[in-house]
């Protein structure tokens, strides 16, 4: 860790308050951003924590070819519940009194994605005639791999 001189210099009770007035203002953070997460689809299903990589994937779909979506297809709200399910997993994993707090908004945020890849990668399947949207499916990665482990083994004759 790369401490300045000022911080360096600073007493073990300085440190201390100065310590306390950042998670405090964290906590505010986390509050104020948990807020403006309230579930805007109609989006049932949790994307797992491990499927980051997915909606960012589709994400990217939806950015990179907005004329296949409808019209009210909220891009922008894509992007921000990719966003915040991506830092709230980050922040979720390192400290679970945050991850209490933002319990709701991180479902909140875990439904819409899904309900977005869901939307994005039907979009796409319904276009695979056309090479690029045939491409961006089978380059797409699966939500289910991690789950795909379980081998089967067949005994000889």
Same mark, same amino acid.
């Given at each position: 860790m790369n401490l300045t001189k000022d911080w360096a210099n600073r007493s073990v009770q300085d440190l201390a308050v100065a310590i306390e007035t950042h998670?405090?203002?964290?906590?505010?953070?986390?509050?104020a951003m948990a807020a403006?997460? =309230? /579930?805007?689809t109609i989006g049932e299903a949790f994307l797992? !924590? !491990? +499927?980051?990589?997915?909606?960012? #994937?589709?994400l990217k779909v939806?950015? %990179? #070819?907005? /004329?296949?979506? =409808?019209? %009210?297809? %909220? $891009?922008?709200s894509f992007e921000e519940r990719s966003i915040f399910f991506k830092n709230v997993v +980050?922040?979720?994993t390192q400290n679970e009194n945050i991850a209490v707090l933002l319990k709701t908004a991180r479902d909140n945020a875990s439904k819409d994605?899904?309900?977005? $890849? =869901? #939307?994005?990668?039907r979009r796409v399947k319904e276009l695979e005639f056309?090479? $690029?949207?045939?491409?961006?499916?089978q380059k797409?990665? +699966?939500?289910?791999?991690? #789950?795909? /482990? =379980?081998? $089967?083994v067949v005994a000889p004759k």
């Amino acid at each position: 860790m790369n401490l300045t001189k000022d911080w360096a210099n600073r007493s073990v009770q300085d440190l201390a308050v100065a310590i306390e007035t950042h998670h405090q203002e964290m906590y505010l953070l986390y509050q104020a951003m948990a807020a403006k997460m =309230s /579930k805007q689809t109609i989006g049932e299903a949790f994307l797992s !924590d !491990d +499927n980051i990589v997915v909606a960012e #994937y589709w994400l990217k779909v939806a950015k %990179d #070819y907005p /004329k296949i979506l =409808s019209l %009210d297809f %909220d $891009v922008n709200s894509f992007e921000e519940r990719s966003i915040f399910f991506k830092n709230v997993v +980050n922040i979720a994993t390192q400290n679970e009194n945050i991850a209490v707090l933002l319990k709701t908004a991180r479902d909140n945020a875990s439904k819409d994605c899904s309900w977005n $890849v =869901s #939307y994005v990668r039907r979009r796409v399947k319904e276009l695979e005639f056309n090479p $690029v949207f045939k491409l961006i499916l089978q380059k797409a990665p +699966n939500p289910r791999e991690p #789950y795909a /482990k =379980s081998t $089967v083994v067949v005994a000889p004759k």
